[in-house]
């Protein structure tokens, strides 16, 4: 910082950090707060004008936008270098030239919806080394030239294969449907060899397209070649063999074989050769790296600037969460399934392999990632509802009427707390509905305010196998970073530890409010909700009998009367619940006067009557001697009121009866008379129903009008003392719960979505939906240590929560499939819109619009060195509590299970293992309170998978944990599902993991953060003190080693 007359005193680096400007019109200083924790720093301007200009001038210069101003800049240059080509070539070419130069017809190639354009894969033969005695280590780099701009793109690479000079490939090359090639499109293909394995990686730098790298970056150029695509879809075989050159295009270094790839056929021959060699080659996985906006190095497998910033937080295959099986549908089109599916996906990415199995065939394993629309449409539909939600109750609180000058100044307080976090509401929904750009966020933007409702990396990858002898198969996979309020902190802890400390407090709040308990506040809101859900339906069906009545017709007026009583009932028995009587009592005792006939303390509920000795209740309120006692509470007068109702539909039904009673007998005494005469009677007798029905119609509705306002007074009541007696900290904990299930929620909808396209031609699944519930199962990889900790516990209250959700499948009536979010917080219902022909798939059950519950449970184990620290250092209670409840919720579940579902609706390899068995070995694992258990992972993932449910995994960005655990699963699902070789497991594993597995960084990084680091080992695996934690004596003499050579230093 520096002043206009004095040295700079201090520098302040602008980097990870937020202003905060004041709104007050006379407040002229400004705070910059950190996310590291740093202490905030005040600054103050000489006016408001100069403050206003030195927020936005600190909010432009942090490093993020700095970043982004370079990356604007150089965009903005290549559009200028790009145009200045175009203007060059059309000068000095003729104008016919110039006019196809502007429209450029180009041969597209025939395929089919939805499936990639073009997929082929790739083998070496014969390659030339240096020296006669050395063995490549080979690897090919694919880029495309586009005609019409005649611009080299680096496309992709294949994995490097080790020790042979006739390298098979098991990575193929697959284009996305919506990638721009044609038949004329140039594909050049680049061998290198890897020299540099001194630290088990591939070191590569991203250099321009048309230069080579140089001998010290530890990869060596051997050949290349090109081909046109048309070359390779015309050709007879489909199949090309090219020579490989160097590049004055002298010397010959080899030949390369492309053939074309169909997931429909099996390639013959060619396991010979690549069993023979299988004990020579090693395969290394790497993909080209490249800088990114957000602060780490992504993998390049995308086909422009766009496809790239779409992959800073996916690496190859770090999005993998969920595994559900599925066989490929029938009888169902992709064109049918297309238009939903795209409604909720976008931004695919494929990859493509082929890996060979146990009885010497090939398999072909084709990967599609996509980003899903769901990240921001769930959310910005929950706020919306949390915006309505809050606005009514407002509304509720200010309708209460008069109240003492204790409570009177208890509700202004609340409703004004109430307004500002609406207003956050309402701004947080307007910035949503600026955002454009990508459809996920990514890591480095969960600490963003705007963001905080977004769930981080939410994305879909669909493993497509392709077997020679078996069905093919698609897993679904999603991953989402753990549900947690990262903007907030978690300084205190998160929901879990919060929420069981607000409820103590509020239980020692003393005179100044009633404490009501979590589930009577929740029974207040659903009386409430059902108010505002039933009070209009029976107002509706009043009228349709009255209707009904005016016209004459019997079976009008019973099917009305039959809707009238159902809803009517439903209304009644909503007010039966002690707590309404007990809430009217607390409220008589906050109107300015009252006078109890006699003494009676309210209760909060009837099942609470036993402890109200220990409880504070309106009785121990201290209220002022001035207020006058003139008025007297009736305390049955609520039940005569209440009783009102029933009495009233009770004669509204005795009226119907008669009138139909009467209008038979009279039709059978006038069978014979003149017909004239009969329709007079009949008019006649239609306006005496309508006269006889209007007033006992019209005291229905009054019963049901002073019910429905005592009981939204007594309930608004009980909802002023929630908040009154932990503001602002209610607010604040209902803003977290808010955030952290908006991000459960997102990736819930994701998968039931996708679980229920894949799976509508499985009965048995169908079935189980509708009768039993969907099981969801989230695998947790957190550490109970430092942040993370609060993290999981957010996690834990966010998942728990989805046990509040129920989802509706619809018929679609328009073009726009999004789910429908309706409902109020403890209670949301998911509308899934189905197109026609799909939705005829589904069971009469489900179709006539069956609530589907869900069962989420979550299991955490934390595999990182954090949780080295927690297990010798900290305490690991957290995890064994929630992996110990959610083991309950999953017996609960696997009962259910047992009781209403037949045996033979349990996938293929129930033969294989006993559920119960393994759920016994799973309480096992959880008692046996192990270190870093992973078995617990294993087994309840199995047991998902028997029970047809839907897997989720996180950790905290949904990337490296993530796609270590989930890639492991995959390989072992093609292993003991489809026959994978069992010598290529682990080679099948590093293809998948790409560049996870040598970690190919020419810079170092950090990708939990996504930030750039210095002076660090190139290896993520180099954790110096983790190591030292394996000796505690180990550690103690680097503790000893570290203090003197600080004691040396400052001396």
């Known amino acids: 910082m520096k002043n206009k007359s004095s040295e700079a005193s201090e520098v302040v680096i602008l980097e990870r950090c937020w202003v905060v400007e004041f709104r007050s019109k006379t407040d002229v200083s400004i705070i910059l707060k950190f996310q590291s924790g740093e202490p905030d720093l005040y600054l103050e301007a000489a006016s408001k004008p100069d403050c206003e200009a030195w927020a936005v001038a600190l909010g432009e210069a942090n490093s993020e936008g700095l970043r982004n101003k370079i990356q604007q800049l150089q965009r903005l240059i290549m559009e200028i270098k790009e145009e200045r080509a175009a203007d060059e070539a059309r000068q000095f070419l003729p104008s016919s030239q110039v006019d196809s130069l502007r429209e450029p017809q180009f041969t597209s190639i025939q395929r089919i919806a939805n499936e990639p354009k073009l997929e082929f894969s790739l083998a070496c033969k014969g390659l030339v080394a240096a020296t006669r005695d050395r063995k490549l280590n080979t690897f090919i780099q694919v880029s495309v030239v586009h005609p019409a701009e005649h611009i080299l793109t680096r496309y992709s690479s294949t994995e490097i294969v080790e020790g042979t000079r006739d390298p098979l490939f098991l990575t193929g090359v697959t284009f996305p449907p919506e990638y721009p090639i044609y038949e004329e499109t140039k594909i050049k293909l680049t061998v290198y060899d890897v020299k540099d394995k001194s630290q088990g990686t591939v070191r590569t730098s991203v250099l321009p397209d048309h230069k080579e790298p140089r001998a010290d970056v530890g990869r060596s150029f051997l050949g290349y070649t090109t081909f046109t695509v048309g070359d390779l879809v015309k050709s007879k075989e489909q199949q090309l063999t090219l020579t490989l050159r160097t590049s004055d295009g002298g010397k010959t ?335 008589y005792t906050a109107r300015p006067g009252c006078v109890l006939k006699k003494p009676a303390v309210p209760r909060n509920s009837a099942e609470e009557g036993d402890d109200l000795k220990h409880q504070d209740h309106p009785s121990q309120i201290k209220r002022q001697d001035s207020i006058p006692h003139h008025s007297e509470y009736d305390e049955e007068e609520w039940d005569r009121v209440w009783a009102n109702v029933g009495k009233s539909l009770n004669c509204v039904i005795a009226m119907v009866d008669r009138l139909l009673e009467k209008d038979n007998s009279s039709k059978i005494k006038e069978g014979e008379s003149d017909p004239s005469a009969a329709d007079c009677k009949v008019l006649h007798a239609g306006g005496d129903w309508y006269e006889q029905l209007y007033p006992l119609v019209i005291t229905l509705k009054d019963c049901m009008g002073e019910v429905v306002t005592r009981a939204k007074q007594s309930m608004a009541f009980v909802l002023l003392q929630e908040l009154a007696c932990g503001l602002p900290q209610c607010l604040m904990l209902t803003l977290r719960r808010d955030i952290v299930f908006s991000q459960a929620l997102a990736g819930l909808v994701c998968g039931f979505i996708i679980k229920l396209h894949t799976s509508l031609h499985d009965q048995g699944f169908l079935q189980q939906l509708h009768t039993v519930g969907l099981l969801v199962q989230y695998e947790g990889l957190l550490s109970t240590y430092s942040e993370e900790a609060g993290m999981l516990e957010d996690m834990a209250v966010g998942i728990s929560d989805l046990q509040k959700v129920m989802f509706k499948v619809i018929e679609a009536k328009s073009e726009d499939f999004l789910p429908i979010i309706t409902g109020r917080r403890e209670h949301y219902v998911i509308e899934v819109q189905l197109p026609a022909k799909m939705f005829e798939l589904l069971p009469q059950e489900i179709k006539e619009g069956k609530l589907l519950r869900m069962y989420p449970v979550l299991f955490n184990v934390g595999i990182n060195e954090q949780q080295t620290l927690a297990e010798r250092f900290g305490d690991t209670t957290l995890q064994e509590n929630i992996n110990q409840e959610n083991l309950e919720l999953l017996k609960e579940y696997y009962n259910l299970f047992t009781e209403k579902m037949p045996p033979d609706c349990l996938p293929h390899f129930q033969e294989q293992n006993d559920l119960k068995g393994l759920l016994e070995n799973l309480h096992q694992n959880i008692q046996a309170k192990r270190r870093k258990n992973v078995e617990i992972m294993w087994l309840a993932a199995t047991i998902c998978r028997k029970l047809n449910g839907v897997r989720f995994t996180c950790c905290k960005s949904a990337k490296d944990r993530t796609s270590m655990s989930v890639t492991l699963e995959q390989c072992s699902i093609l292993r003991d599902e489809h026959q994978l070789h069992k010598d290529f497991f682990i080679r099948a594993l590093d293809c998948m993991r790409s560049r996870q597995t040598q970690g190919a960084l020419n810079e170092s990084d950090d990708p939990e953060t996504g930030c750039l680091t210095d002076n660090k080992p190139t290896s993520r695996h180099f954790y110096p003190v983790a190591l030292l934690l394996v000796s505690s004596h180990l550690l103690v003499v680097w503790l000893i080693l570290s203090l003197a050579l600080l004691l040396a230093k400052y001396q």
Request: aromatic share 6%; proline share 4%.
């Open 253 to 587: 270094v080899g030949t390369i074989e492309v053939n074309l790839v169909k997931m429909g056929e099996f390639e013959d021959g060619e396991m010979g050769h690549i069993t023979t060699d299988a004990q020579d080659q090693k395969f290394l996985c790497f993909l080209p790296l490249k800088s990114c906006s957000c602060g780490f190095l992504s993998a390049t497998c995308a086909h422009n600037t766009e496809n790239l910033e779409r992959m800073t937080d996916r690496r190859a295959k770090e999005e993998c969460a969920l595994v559900h099986e599925c066989t490929a549908p029938e009888g169902l089109s992709g064109k049918d399934n297309l238009p939903s599916l795209n409604a909720v996906l976008k931004n695919p990415i494929c990859k493509l392999y082929r890996f060979p199995t146990s009885d010497n065939k090939w398999m072909r394993i084709r990967e599609q990632m996509a980003e899903t629309t769901l990240s921001f449409h769930v959310p910005k539909e929950l706020i919306n509802l949390h915006i309505k939600e809050d606005m009514r109750r407002n509304q509720e609180l200010k309708d209460l009427g008069e109240l003492a000058p204790h409570w009177d100044n208890m509700r202004k307080s609340v409703i004004a707390h109430c307004d500002q976090m609406l207003s956050m509401y309402q701004d947080t929904l307007a910035e949503l509905g600026k955002h454009t750009g990508s459809s996920f966020k990514s890591s480095c933007s969960k600490g963003e305010k705007t963001l905080e409702f977004i769930p981080i990396n939410l994305h879909l990858q669909r493993m497509h196998v392709h077997s020679p002898r078996l069905k093919d198969a698609l897993y679904d996979v999603i991953t989402v970073g753990a549900p947690a309020a990262h903007f907030q902190g978690f300084k205190n802890g998160g929901l879990r530890k919060l929420l069981s400390k607000f409820e103590a407090e509020r239980r020692n709040t003393g005179y100044q409010c009633i404490y009501y308990s979590p589930e009577n506040t929740a029974k207040a809101k659903e009386v409430l909700s059902n108010i505002n859900h039933l009070q209009p339906l029976i107002s509706s069906h009043a009228d349709l009998l009255l209707n009904s009545a005016s016209q004459h017709s019997p079976d009008s007026l019973k099917n009305s009367l039959k809707m009238l009583s159902e809803k009517t009932e439903l209304f009644v028995h909503a007010f039966k619940d002690q707590l309404v009587r007990s809430a009217l009592l607390a409220l």
